[in-house]
């Protein structure tokens, strides 16, 4: 048997965040918990090279044979961006909160709180075998829970109750679900969960449709879509910076993986016979949380509405069933993943500076801070998907592969895209242009970024960057993913109308 | 098609061709080092970026000589650089395509470009921020020659987008200025309404030809169905209307002027507000296939050149006069590209006299405000023609070069369109018409208001000459503003014929009667300022006035009032019926369900007394309510 | 021969008598001795329909409902002796910590 490189990536920052609850000195625990999520990093990119190379990586060990449930790991294209994304931001967002607020517990227990979610979110995205990835995805709201109460802000005990609930909720429907797919499965001579054993498994008519709609509504929790998105913005509001990115950036990004992994993958009749819902339903999503984003007063709010935005679009593009669409939402949850880390941990950078996320308490921060401004500044180009940065590539492939089969949808769904250049370029006015006002003077001068904070902005934007010039190999690592569910689905892209004379 | 066959295909790049990605790559290189190095490039970054775009002007020149070398059939030439993705069917590349129409285009922005980066060392030799300046300025360059060398659709609109934040950042350069940073908000979010015509049109390209790629567009547009062919000239035309500040996008472009006069000069009159002209013409066969789209070109551009004419007339900001005017202009290409194959080659040869003029104008009113303590009030100017000389001689080429007086630039690329929209349709040409009278009418009120009559100018004011590093790009550029215009009369369309599948028309240096036409209405135009602005003195403050033209025209025909009525206060009022909707309806429910859930365990809570005698009894009555349902079942 | 229903009614009224004393008893030590009640005329029962049905099945029942009391008389006479010890009372409402 060849080394359990998956089981390993995820008990690695398992194993050190467990052990950060030993008592230990704070400069000691912050080192230690640094040095595993670099370590986990590390073995991520070897799985990554592993997985380019060809390598089988899937582990299968019988688990619970009651239940036909087996520890089963593997990755695909989307798995492993989504792994990469996790182990990439985990380490910055240590560095980004190396002092966390001060009143609550220390930075030990924020340090092994991260750890803990970061090694449960890579095994929920590693996860071949649906009760497992149950297991896991309910796990993760745990460290969650606790990193939102134990370091937020003034209302975090409402927020943190708020979240778990929504969470729990869908979780639960979603436990009928799965429930449900193991009797169904056992009925036709297939008592498991594995996926692999679930494929052959047909989950037809009305039984089909309610199984994958206890599903959904656990994923549409999670990506928050309107209307059961609430708990995010508070959730984002209450809590710190690093808390927020992990939560928005990898912990939301568990909906659209789900319904791509689950309910595409388990219910394709099913999930056809709800697409034109969801596909309104997204542009729904789309508009509101750009509207939301225009009328947010609070930083933390407005990053965390411009997502409930870009998971519409997301969503738009897994329900319109083509390989161009499908690639763009996979590639935008990775892109997503690092422009909302910039803008969540600028903000931070701010708010530790005037101890306040209204947008009131700004005013002509460019002229005492330039770096700090042109760092936000560049974070909200990409946030509005400015052309140059990676979003721009994954929202134009949904729009363009969305076109192709809803021109109508598409052009309403275009409207957040104007409202996105409203919500960030109105926000940089209000709060880094205009003259210097006293508050932005007394706490901002001489206090521009300070080099680490620079140090931690340079990967994230370097990786937008990158991703918007050279796209190509990562589209190349997700689009086997969206081409196999299509595949399994069983629909193909619209050819072109017309045939190009040569 | 007959016309299509004529489109030579592009041959692959050898030589020198395989330097013209730096054209676009040093510009762009040159901004991100200006920015990552910070002060350290504070004392050396305005000159690297002008060389940087010197280099550029020195390929555009070389492809330009290797293009006239070349045999017609085989100038135009692709570079492909790499693949930027691929997906599905699709396959997007970074290319490049030389051919005749984008090297004019790489040669204006490129030259107006660098005679401009050397006019803003003097312009903004003061300006604490100025290597910031230059790499916006550099990043402005790179983005549209991104734009005007793309092969393909995608790759023009990231240089489409590039160009707008360059203006988006030069706009609110003064960032200060609460002014300039709403200006640049405005300009950027009104240039993506446009951008949803762009991503829209290339979306329907990729759905119906498989590829966004110049030829392959191309080839396929005579094949579309009409309807499909109409909306992607109609989301073009939104596209360029956004950019290109036709009406109704038109509101940003005067706003704009907010930005340091170098940027109105470069971005706001020479180059990126013309990206409209050349996306309609570089569509040209999509336009073809789509007569009502072609129709609604021509409308927007008549709309525009009588609108930006309008506000041209009555405006006192000498920035936002001319900003109205090149509105007006842009109308003229637009209504040429409009017109079809009669009209390319006239749209971009107004497009490139327009460009030199223009910039020769703005960088001359950047002159006059340097000199008058950044004033841009022309009711403060006057008899500054004896104060600075050169300044106003070269204005005056300039302001000739646009009314249209014989032989200066103006005059051949005007006169052509106005000819060519006689021939497509009276109206029209009436209508082109009158903008030319209107258009001598207000450029003259400005030189009247600015250069003559008495000195009205406030105390403390000391007008005086720019500097050299200033008044040497007005000189050049004044030059070409005469000239330009006669080098390419009979040389431009022969030059494009290969590359729009035109057929040239013969031109003739006598003036046909739709030039004495024009002629005569210029003058007439030129009288009408002289009975009104140039006899009187000219009060200082702006006289109150009920006319409504007037009134319409300051207030830049209400564009903003429309907008705000329209669009802004809806989505303001949507903004915060979500706000409410979430924190008043949807948390609501859901805190009420807990409510309710919390309420429900008060109440449930009673039952639990503590006494063992009452839950004794409890469990009688359960076993009594067991016993009864079994009796009941066994009876019935 | 008596009608072995006769011992099924005496059951019945034995643990009638018994759930009464139960609720309307306040002292544990009645209260107690009639939840013995209760558990005899089960014992009563279970004998009586062993001789109805002719097997022992009901028999052997009994004895394990014997233990079973016993057992629980041990424990429940333990907590009565204590809570008579801390409180000087044996009525069952004034034992009421297992409200909430």
Redesign the interface.
């Known amino acids: 048997m060849t080394f359990p490189w998956l089981t390993f990536l995820g008990l690695l920052p398992l194993v050190g965040g467990l052990l950060l609850l030993l008592p230990m000195g704070k400069g000691a625990a912050r080192t230690l918990g640094l040095v595993f999520s670099i370590a986990t990093l590390a073995v991520a990119a070897g799985v990554t090279v592993l997985h380019v190379t060809g390598a089988d990586l899937a582990v299968q060990v019988p688990w619970i044979r009651a239940f036909g449930a087996w520890w089963a790991l593997d990755v695909d294209g989307m798995g492993l961006a989504m792994v990469l994304m996790t182990a990439i931001l985990t380490p910055l967002v240590l560095l980004a909160e190396w002092e966390p607020p001060a009143n609550r517990w220390g930075a030990q227990a924020f340090f092994a709180l991260v750890l803990i979610l970061e090694g449960l979110s890579l095994f929920v995205f590693m996860a071949n075998d649906v009760l497992l990835f149950y297991l896991f995805f309910e796990a993760t709201l745990i460290p969650t829970y606790f990193l939102i109460v134990g370091f937020g802000g003034a209302r975090r005990g409402y927020a943190a109750v ?1 979240f778990l ?2 969470s729990l909720a869908g979780g639960l429907i979603m436990l009928a679900s799965v429930v449900g797919v193991y009797v169904v499965g056992a009925s036709q001579g297939a008592p498991s969960y594995l996926l692999q054993d679930l494929a052959s498994v047909r989950f037809d008519g009305d039984l089909g449709r309610w199984l994958m709609l206890g599903f959904l509504i656990a994923f549409i929790v999670k990506a928050p879509m309107v ?1 059961l ?2 708990w995010l ?1 508070d959730a984002a509001e209450n809590s710190t910076p690093g808390t927020a990115t992990l939560l928005v950036g990898v912990l939301d990004k568990i909906g659209t993986f789900g319904m791509i992994k689950f309910c595409l993958g388990l219910f394709p009749e099913a999930s056809l016979w709800i697409t034109p819902f969801m596909v309104w339903f997204a542009v729904v999503s789309i508009i ?1 949380g750009a ?2 984003a ?3 007063r609070n930083l933390m709010r407005l990053v965390s509405y411009t997502s409930v935005s870009h998971f519409g679009f997301m969503v738009l593009g897994i329900y319109a069933f ?3 669409s499908m ?2 939402s996979i590639f935008y949850m990775l892109n997503h993943g690092f422009s909302t880390a910039a803008m969540f941990l600028v903000v931070g950078y701010l708010a530790k500076r005037t101890g306040s996320y209204d947008i009131e308490a700004y005013g ?1 921060v ?2 005492v801070a330039p ?1 700090a401004a ?1 760092v936000l500044l560049v974070s909200g ?1 990409a946030t509005l998907s ?3 940065l990676a979003p ?2 994954s929202e ?2 949904v ?3 969305t ?2 089969r809803y ?1 109508i949808v ?2 309403v769904s ?1 409207l957040g ?6 919500y960030i ?2 926000m ?2 209000r709060t ?5 006002t006293d508050h932005t003077a007394a706490h901002f001068t001489g206090r521009d970024l300070t080099g680490l904070e620079k140090a931690i902005m340079v990967p994230i934007i370097g990786v937008l960057l990158f991703l918007g ?4 190999p990562a ?2 690592l997700v ?1 086997p993913t969206a081409q196999a569910t299509l595949a399994y689905v069983g629909t193909t ?10 | 098609m007959i016309l299509l066959e004529t489109i030579a295909e592009p041959v692959a790049a050898t030589g020198m061709f395989t330097w013209a990605w730096t054209m676009i790559a040093v510009p762009a290189v040159v901004a991100g080092l200006l ?1 990552v190095a ?1 002060k350290l490039s504070d004392a050396w970054g305005h000159l690297l970026a002008t060389a940087a775009v010197f280099w550029s002007f020195a390929i555009a020149v070389c492809l330009f000589a290797e293009q006239l070398l070349a045999p017609a059939t085989e100038r135009a030439v692709s570079a492909n650089l ?9 396959d997007f590349q970074v290319g490049l395509l030389v051919d005749q129409l984008s090297i004019l285009f790489a040669m204006l922005i490129t030259g107006v470009g660098g005679l401009i980066h050397v006019y803003s060392i003097g312009y903004m030799s003061h300006d604490p921020r100025r290597r910031r300046f230059f790499a916006y300025l550099n990043l402005f360059i790179a983005a549209m020659l991104l734009l005007v060398l793309a092969d393909n659709y ?1 790759v023009l ?2 240089g ?3 160009v707008g ?1 360059a203006s ?1 950042l030069l706009i ?1 350069f003064w ?4 002014a ?3 200006a ?2 405005k300009a ?2 009104m240039n ?2 446009g ?2 015509g762009m ?2 049109a ?3 390209m ?6 966004s790629k110049f030829t ?2 191309n ?2 547009a005579a ?3 009409p309807m ?1 062919a109409t909306l992607i000239g109609l989301f073009l035309l939104l596209g360029a209307c956004g950019k290109s500040a036709q009406v109704p996008l038109q509101a940003w472009l005067l706003d704009a002027m907010e930005g340091p006069t170098p940027v109105s000069a470069l971005i706001h009159a020479a180059t990126m507000v013309t990206a409209g002209v050349y996306l309609v013409v570089r569509s040209h066969a999509l336009f073809e296939a789509a007569p009502i789209a072609q129709l609604a070109v021509v409308i927007v551009a008549t709309v525009t050149l009588l609108a930006g004419a309008w506000i041209g007339t009555s405006q006192d900001d000498i920035k936002k006069v001319l900003a109205g005017s090149t509105m007006s202009q842009i109308g003229y290409m637009m209504l040429a590209a409009g017109i079809g194959p009669a009209g390319y080659a006239f749209a971009i040869f107004h497009l490139i006299t327009h460009g030199f003029f223009k910039a020769n104008m703005f960088l001359g009113a950047g002159s006059v405000m340097h000199g008058m303590n950044d004033d841009v009030n022309m009711r403060h100017y006057g008899g500054l023609s004896k104060a600075m000389k050169v300044t106003f001689l070269t204005f005056a080429m300039g302001y000739l070069a646009i009314i249209g007086f014989p032989f200066f630039s103006g005059y051949f690329s005007k006169d052509h369109i106005i000819e060519a929209a006689f021939a497509d349709n009276t109206f029209i040409g009436i209508c082109a018409l009158i903008g030319a009278g209107i258009t001598a009418f207000y450029m003259t009120r400005l030189m009247l208001m600015t250069f003559f009559g008495e000195e009205r100018w406030l105390p403390g004011v000391h007008p005086h000459e720019s500097p050299k590093v200033m008044t040497i790009p007005l000189i050049v550029l004044a030059v070409f503003s005469v000239g330009i215009g006669a080098v390419m009369n009979f040389w431009i369309q022969t030059w494009l014929e290969p590359a729009l599948g035109i057929h040239a028309h013969e031109l003739s240096l006598v003036p046909t009667p739709v030039g004495w036409m024009t002629m005569a209405v210029v003058a007439l135009g030129v009288v009408a300022a002289w009975l009104v602005f140039g006899r009187s003195s000219i009060p200082v403050v702006a006289p109150a006035t009920n006319n409504p033209v007037t009134l319409a025209g300051r207030n830049v025909l209400f564009g903003d009032q429309v907008n705000d009525f329209l669009f802004v206060t809806p ?2 009022a ?6 409410t909707t ?1 924190a008043k309806g ?2 609501t429910a ?1 805190d009420g369900l ?1 409510r309710a859930f919390l309420g429900l365990s008060t109440q449930l809570r009673r039952l639990q007394t503590g006494y063992a005698r009452s839950y004794a009894l409890t469990m009688v009555v359960g076993v009594l309510l067991v016993g009864a349902v079994l009796i009941l079942n066994l009876v019935g | 021969m008596m009608n072995p229903e006769n011992y099924l009614i005496l059951a019945a009224i034995l643990f009638v008598i018994g759930a009464l004393g139960v609720m309307l008893r306040r002292n544990a030590l009645i209260a107690f001795l009639c939840v013995e009640l209760m558990l005899n005329a089960c014992n009563l029962a279970f004998v009586a329909g062993s001789h109805i049905t002719g097997t022992l099945d009901g028999q052997t029942t009994a004895f394990f409902v014997m233990v079973v009391a016993a057992a629980e008389v041990v424990v429940g006479l333990a907590i009565i002796v204590s809570i008579y010890k801390t409180r000087r009372s044996t009525s069952v409402d004034d034992a009421n910590l297992l409200k909430l």
Request: glycine share 12%; proline share 6%; net charge negative.
């Open positions: 708020k609930l929504f209307p998105h609430t913005p509101w509207l939301g225009i009328g947010s083509t390989t161009t690639t763009g002509g460019q002229k770096v042109g180009l400015l052309p140059g721009f590539v134009f492939m729009i363009a592969g076109w192709s021109p598409t052009a275009l895209v104007v409202l996105a250049a409203v370029l109105r940089y006015q880094m242009t205009g003259p210097v010039f050279v796209p190509q589209v190349q689009e892209d619209p050819a072109p109308v017309v045939k190009g004379a040569k | 920015l910070g790499y693949t930027w993705f691929t997906v599905g069917q699709w995608l609109f990231v489409w987008e590039g934040l988006y609110s960032q200060h200025r609460p300039a940073a709403a640049g908000t950027f979010v993506r309404v951008d949803l991503l829209m290339i979306s329907t990729l759905a119906m030809f498989g590829s392959e567009v080839a396929g094949g579309t169905e499909w989505a303001v949507l903004a915060s019926a979500v706000d979430d949807i948390d859901v807990g």
